[in-house]
């Protein structure tokens, strides 16, 4: 007999939509004007002068905080859909903003709990929250790394990623009963940064022995609701693996039709032309699944998990693929500090590892769909 | 007409076809016939050519009605050539008497079509072709050789690409023709494939008259012609509609589950890599669909059949390998003369050997990421040191 997979429900619109398209508008407007190359290079060398003041036009000015809140909790009626087109604009940019972690992974958090308050905060922009787990970490291999010891807290928690821009923590707590979700003021841990290898996206070791706390999800809704963030969030990081891989398209397309060797247009070789028609269709490809990723999140399908793991399966190694292809189509311009390909190489690297591994989601996907693993 | 008005619209003339043709009574090829005349086989189609003028996403709707029905189809897989390339190609360029006398048993599937392009000398490179049609009359008379044709043994017709200018280069000398199979002229020969069968035929073609009126398009532009049925070539091949584990994907899917005891660490990391691929690719199929719901065929089908070409060679490899000791055995290497080419009946070898197929017919892959780097990317196009050259003076 036979078994049938999981089914997709119908048939989602994979396309944008022309209020994406304006979103897409605005932000790219944005980012051309205030995140350029020459700026985001200069955070590997410490510089913090664009962060505060692009993360503040993106959220204050734009109102883009806020997005995956739905309006019956005072959201502006936006979905996952529009997180991702953002998402998909700031890795065209690798812009050095919190708002994977705090306005993608920290409020879907918040959103798993009944804290309206601070979701009301974080929605708006005016406080900026971490999930306090590995950048690594995905709804799979998920474990509480802090105990709560007579009201304080006692932990430390390596790799996270937007702990070093936010003021509000959320840290998973191991108990007895299971996992709870604490806020926790981020000046009273420890966060010390990290030099990474994705400087855009800083990660810091975050110490909270002796932090004082607030439970906003009890034991037996944290661990859902630390999950269900890491299942958004690798669902919508997909989008920004494609923005990556889209700049790097482009910009090596750009390049390769403009640099001359042996007398002509060094696009024009079969063998480079190939390599990027090749390209061209993974990108294509990748677009496909970030958006069925995306669109699955918005309308809480049943095939959301399953559109996660595959986005993630996927795209990750696009991005990749695309960032290495950049540098080596570009030659020796490609291997310097001052052209920008090296800050999207960096990124996708660290993007694969993000939230889970190509590996690992495929794995989870074999379990969703019934093509079980060999038991070890 | 809003969708909505539009579905209503539509619903009540399947009612009244159902009303006066009853499935369950009715010969299926007057079903068919009177369906046609409905407007209701290929809804994108003009009126009176057995459509209503809308868009081509409408017609799945109509089909559904109708299956729900048990009303009979014309069982497209039998004409796949007729209905993908011919039709669209025919109503491209065709005039008035042609579309009106080709479409409609084409459309039913009274009429079988084939497709008389590639040539011994003239594969990938197919404005090369050799077969000359010369002026006799108010006819042409038509010699040459043609291969690789699917359907040519049960045709009725062909749509033929032949050169009527030798003396111009080549993509200038050509003209597009539909071809009469049942021409004495006519000599199907069948040729034997890797998989042990033959599903497609060599044509001779030998003094075969064919009336001025089958001329599809003006003399010298059957180039431009043909690359119209090309890109629906392309589209038909890679952009099918399809559920999750629909392909190939599906049948490895299936034997993975069936027999856990051929299942090991490393098959099963390719087995996952392979499946995501698939998925992707039937959503980017599907994302390439809703594009085009409006429109014409592009040049990104070119860019999907990449994908399901290696799609379909990568699982059926990977099955034949998982199988272990029943993939050293074959179905049948008798010569036979399949009526369909049909991958999920067969056994994982033969889907393995009739697959290396995908990345050759239609386009090879090669050709195919040519298309896509200058039509689709805008990079520079490969250097033609024939194009400016008579087609009778080329070097060969």
Same mark, same amino acid.
């Given at each position: 007999?036979?078994?049938?997979?999981?089914?997709?429900?119908?048939?989602?619109n994979?396309?944008?939509?022309?209020?994406?398209?304006?979103?897409?508008?605005t932000?790219?407007?944005l980012?051309?004007?205030?995140?350029?190359?020459?700026?985001?290079?200069?955070?590997?060398?410490?510089?913090?002068s664009?962060?505060?003041?692009?993360w503040?036009?993106?959220?204050?000015?734009?109102?883009?905080?806020?997005?995956?809140?739905?309006?019956?909790?005072?959201?502006?009626?936006?979905?996952?859909?529009?997180a991702?087109?953002v998402?998909?604009?700031?890795? /065209?940019?690798?812009?050095?903003?919190?708002?994977?972690?705090?306005?993608?992974?920290?409020?879907?958090?918040?959103?798993?709990?009944?804290?309206?308050?601070?979701?009301?905060?974080?929605?708006?922009?005016?406080g900026?929250?971490?999930?306090?787990?590995?950048?690594?970490?995905?709804?799979?291999?998920?474990?509480?790394?802090?105990?709560?010891?007579?009201?304080?807290?006692?932990?430390?928690?390596?790799?996270?990623?937007?702990?070093?821009?936010a003021?509000?923590?959320?840290?998973?707590?191991a108990?007895?009963?299971?996992?709870?979700?604490?806020?926790?003021?981020?000046?009273?841990a420890?966060v010390?940064?990290v030099?990474?290898?994705?400087?855009?996206?800083?990660?810091?070791d975050?110490?909270?022995?002796g932090?004082a706390?607030?439970?906003?999800?009890?034991?037996?809704?944290?661990?859902?609701?630390?999950?269900?963030?890491?299942?958004?969030?690798?669902?919508?990081?997909?989008?920004?693996?494609?923005?990556?891989?889209?700049w790097?398209?482009?910009?090596?397309?750009?390049?390769?039709?403009?640099?001359?060797?042996?007398?002509?247009v060094?696009?024009?070789?079969?063998?480079?032309?190939?390599?990027?028609?090749?390209?061209y269709?993974?990108?294509?490809s990748?677009r496909?699944?970030?958006?069925?990723?995306?669109?699955?999140?918005?309308?809480h399908?049943?095939?959301?998990?399953?559109?996660?793991?595959?986005?993630?399966?996927?795209?990750?190694?696009?991005?990749?693929?695309a960032?290495?292809?950049?540098?080596?189509?570009?030659?020796?311009?490609?291997?310097?500090?001052e052209?920008p390909?090296?800050?999207?190489?960096?990124?996708?690297k660290?993007?694969?590892?993000?939230?889970?591994?190509?590996?690992?989601?495929?794995?989870r996907?074999?379990?969703l769909?019934?093509?079980?693993?060999?038991?070890? | 007409?809003?969708?909505?008005?539009i579905?209503?619209?539509?619903?009540?003339?399947?009612?009244?076809?159902?009303?006066?043709?009853?499935?369950?009574?009715?010969?299926?090829?007057?079903?068919l016939?009177?369906?046609?005349?409905?407007?209701?086989?290929?809804?994108?189609?003009?009126?009176?050519l057995?459509?209503?003028?809308?868009?081509?996403?409408?017609q799945?709707?109509?089909?559904?009605l109708?299956?729900?029905?048990?009303?009979?189809?014309?069982?497209?897989?039998?004409?796949?050539?007729?209905?993908?390339?011919?039709?669209?190609?025919?109503?491209?360029?065709?005039?008035?008497?042609?579309?009106?006398?080709f479409l409609?048993?084409?459309?039913?599937?009274?009429?079988?079509?084939?497709?008389?392009?590639s040539?011994?000398?003239?594969?990938?490179?197919?404005?090369?072709?050799?077969?000359?049609?010369?002026?006799?009359?108010?006819?042409?008379?038509?010699?040459?050789?043609?291969?690789?044709?699917?359907?040519?043994?049960?045709?009725?017709?062909?749509i033929?690409?032949?050169r009527?200018?030798?003396?111009?280069?080549?993509?200038?000398?050509?003209?597009y023709?539909v071809?009469?199979?049942?021409?004495?002229g006519v000599d199907?020969?069948?040729l034997?494939?890797?998989?042990?069968?033959?599903e497609?035929?060599?044509?001779?073609?030998s003094?075969?008259?064919i009336?001025?009126?089958h001329r599809?398009?003006p003399?010298?532009?059957?180039?431009?012609?043909?690359?119209a049925t090309?890109?629906?070539?392309?589209?038909?091949?890679?952009?099918?509609?399809?559920?999750?584990?629909?392909?190939?994907?599906?049948?490895?899917?299936?034997?993975? /589950?069936? /027999?856990?005891?051929?299942?090991?660490?490393?098959?099963?990391?390719r087995?996952?890599?392979?499946?995501?691929?698939?998925?992707?690719?039937?959503l980017?199929?599907?994302?390439?669909?809703?594009?085009?719901?409006?429109?014409?065929?592009?040049?990104?089908?070119?860019?999907?059949?990449?994908?399901?070409?290696?799609?379909a060679q990568?699982?059926?490899?990977?099955?034949?390998?998982l199988?272990?000791?029943?993939?050293?055995?074959?179905?049948?290497?008798?010569?036979?003369?399949?009526?369909?080419?049909?991958?999920t009946?067969?056994d994982?070898?033969?889907r393995y050997?009739?697959?290396?197929?995908?990345?050759?017919?239609?386009?090879?892959?090669?050709?195919?990421r040519?298309?896509?780097?200058?039509?689709v990317l805008?990079?520079?196009?490969?250097?033609r040191?024939?194009?400016?050259?008579a087609?009778?003076?080329?070097?060969?």
């Open positions: 007999m036979t078994q049938q997979t999981t089914q997709p429900a119908h048939d989602v994979l396309l944008y939509t022309d209020v994406e398209d304006s979103l897409r508008d932000v790219r407007d980012l051309t004007a205030r995140c350029t190359p020459d700026k985001v290079v200069a955070v590997y060398d410490g510089g913090r664009l962060q505060p003041q692009l503040r036009a993106l959220t204050v000015d734009l109102g883009l905080a806020g997005l995956l809140v739905p309006e019956d909790r005072g959201g502006a009626g936006a979905t996952a859909r529009e991702a087109l998402l998909e604009e700031l890795g /065209r940019f690798v812009a050095p903003v919190p708002f994977l972690t705090s306005s993608v992974l920290a409020t879907a958090a918040v959103l798993a709990t009944d804290d309206d308050d601070l979701l009301a905060a974080v929605a708006a922009g005016d900026t929250a971490a999930l306090v787990v590995p950048l690594s970490m995905s709804a799979m291999s998920f474990a509480a790394a802090v105990r709560a010891t007579d009201g304080r807290l006692q932990g430390r928690v390596t790799s996270v990623a937007g702990a070093l821009e003021d509000l923590l959320l840290v998973p707590v108990t007895d009963g299971g996992v709870e979700l604490h806020a926790v003021d981020a000046a009273s420890t010390e940064p030099v990474s290898l994705d400087m855009t996206r800083r990660l810091a975050v110490d909270l022995t932090a706390s607030t439970i906003i999800a009890p034991a037996g809704r944290g661990d859902a609701a630390v999950r269900e963030a890491l299942t958004v969030g690798a669902a919508l990081l997909a989008s920004e693996q494609l923005g990556v891989a889209q790097c398209l482009d910009s090596t397309l750009a390049y390769l039709k403009d640099r001359r060797q042996f007398g002509r060094v696009g024009g070789f079969q063998a480079l032309k190939h390599r990027l028609a090749d390209l269709v993974s990108v294509e990748a496909a699944a970030a958006r069925y990723a995306a669109a699955t999140a918005a309308d399908d049943p095939d959301r998990e399953v559109a996660a793991s595959l986005a993630q399966a996927y795209c990750a190694d696009v991005a990749v693929r960032a290495e292809e950049c540098v080596q189509l570009h030659g020796g311009i490609g291997m310097t500090w052209h390909a090296h800050l999207y190489l960096k990124r996708a660290a993007d694969q590892i993000a939230l889970g591994t190509p590996g690992a989601h495929r794995r996907l074999s379990e769909v019934d093509l079980p693993a060999v038991p070890a | 007409m809003s969708e909505e008005e579905r209503a619209d539509l619903k009540a003339r399947v009612a009244d076809l159902l009303a006066t043709h009853d499935p369950a009574s009715t010969d299926p090829l007057d079903f016939r009177a369906r046609f005349a409905a407007g209701l086989a290929w809804v994108h189609f003009p009126e009176g057995g459509g209503l003028g809308l868009p081509r996403t409408f799945g709707y109509v089909d559904q109708l299956v729900a029905a048990g009303a009979p189809d014309n069982d497209p897989r039998r004409n796949g050539i007729g209905l993908g390339m011919a039709a669209p190609t025919i109503l491209a360029f065709g005039t008035d008497e042609q579309k009106h006398r409609p048993p084409l459309w039913t599937g009274e009429e079988v079509w084939c497709q008389l392009f040539e011994p000398g003239a594969g990938s490179d197919l404005a090369a072709v050799g077969t000359r049609a010369d002026r006799d009359g108010d006819g042409w008379v038509v010699n040459g050789q043609k291969v690789w044709t699917s359907a040519a043994h049960k045709a009725r017709w062909a033929l690409l032949a009527t200018d030798p003396a111009v280069p080549k993509h200038a000398g050509l003209t023709f071809c009469d199979m049942t021409d004495p199907v020969r069948p034997r494939q890797i998989t042990g069968e033959a497609f035929n060599e044509v001779f073609l003094d075969v008259r009336p001025d009126a599809l398009g003399e010298g532009e059957g180039w431009k012609v043909a690359n090309l890109m629906s070539e392309r589209v038909a091949i890679g952009g099918n509609a399809a559920p999750r584990e629909g392909g190939m994907a599906g049948v490895v899917a299936s034997t993975w /589950r069936e /027999r856990p005891e051929l299942r090991t660490p490393e098959l099963h990391d087995l996952m890599s392979l499946w995501t691929e698939a998925e992707v690719a039937r980017t199929g599907q994302r390439l669909r809703q594009k085009l719901a409006v429109g014409a065929p592009g040049p990104e089908g070119s860019a999907m059949k990449l994908t399901f070409a290696r799609l990568q699982l059926s490899g990977l099955e034949v390998e199988l272990g000791e029943d993939g050293l055995r074959y179905g049948d290497w008798t010569m036979v003369r399949p009526d369909l080419v049909e991958f009946g067969r994982a070898g033969y050997l009739r697959a290396k197929g995908n990345s050759i017919e239609g386009g090879t892959s090669e050709i195919l040519n298309i896509v780097a200058e039509r805008g990079l520079p196009a490969e250097a040191a024939d194009k400016d050259i087609w009778k003076d080329l070097p060969r």
